[in-house]
């Protein structure tokens, strides 16, 4: 909500007055609920709108409705309005664990923040705890996905093994900062290892690139080729099915 930090952009959810430029638009909030009354609204880090749009989300959160700049009435009675902050989150970290003592000192900052008649309002607050390990290597991984969709691209495969996954974790995550780093984490551990490799020829089409980590960091090698087009054999007492080498 940075974007509606002054005071004119309550002019930007609800349309322009009339005479000005974007009048015929339509509000950003109003014309979408108009057009797609049954929506879920997102208003993230709502504390840093200006006050003014906190006076449309009153009427929004308790009436159901508000008027837009043409005079029409738009109803929020089928909507669902999420509103994310991070008020008190130096609290979570500092609560060290204990979910009463945070959910004090979070609603402690919350009430410091917004109305009394806002926050009466709302009708459920959902703190989230600190990331662990096994969220931050989920994360890695839905980024590592992205590069191996790339990579398939050129016909190539990746793989990372668990230490790789668990490297990445560690460096991209920051207490102050949560996963957010995780992604240029990739991008200058994973990504820029790869494009060099390529670019030295080291892997080509077919190969699997298998990703590990030692203790200076990640370490890619080639794995067994695909090779698709050899002739399938069938050896042993078992009838076990194999490529041939010849």
């Not at 190539?156 to 560690?170: I, Q």
């Amino acid at each position: 909500m940075s974007e509606y930090m002054e005071k004119h952009s309550v002019s930007r959810l609800l349309g322009a007055p009339p005479g000005y430029v974007g009048y015929d638009e339509g509000g950003q909030l109003t014309e979408v609920v108009r057009r797609r009354p049954y929506s879920v609204i997102l208003f993230d880090e709502v504390e840093k709108a200006h006050a003014d749009v906190f006076n449309v989300l009153l009427q929004v959160l308790d009436d159901g409705r508000v008027t837009d700049s043409q005079g029409r009435m738009v109803s929020f009675k089928n909507t669902i309005i999420i509103l994310t902050s991070n008020l008190g989150s130096a609290a979570i970290m500092d609560a060290d664990g204990d979910n009463q003592l945070m959910r004090s000192m979070v609603m402690a900052a919350v009430r410091g923040h917004f109305r009394p008649e806002f926050i009466n309002r709302i009708d459920e607050f959902i703190l989230f705890d600190p990331l662990g390990q096994e969220q931050i290597n989920a994360i890695v991984r839905l980024q590592v996905k992205r590069v191996a969709e790339r990579l398939a691209d050129k016909k190539m495969k990746l793989e990372m093994t668990d230490g790789a996954v668990e490297y990445l974790g560690r460096q991209g995550y920051d207490p102050a900062y949560g996963a957010r780093p995780v992604k240029r984490v990739v991008q200058r551990e994973l990504e820029t290892s790869l494009a060099k490799a390529l670019l030295r020829g080291e892997f080509v089409e077919e190969d699997t690139v298998i990703v590990d980590a030692d203790d200076h960091g990640l370490v890619l090698r080639r794995g067994e080729r695909r090779m698709l087009d050899e002739p399938l054999t069938v050896s042993g007492r078992n009838g076990v099915a194999g490529r041939s080498r010849d």
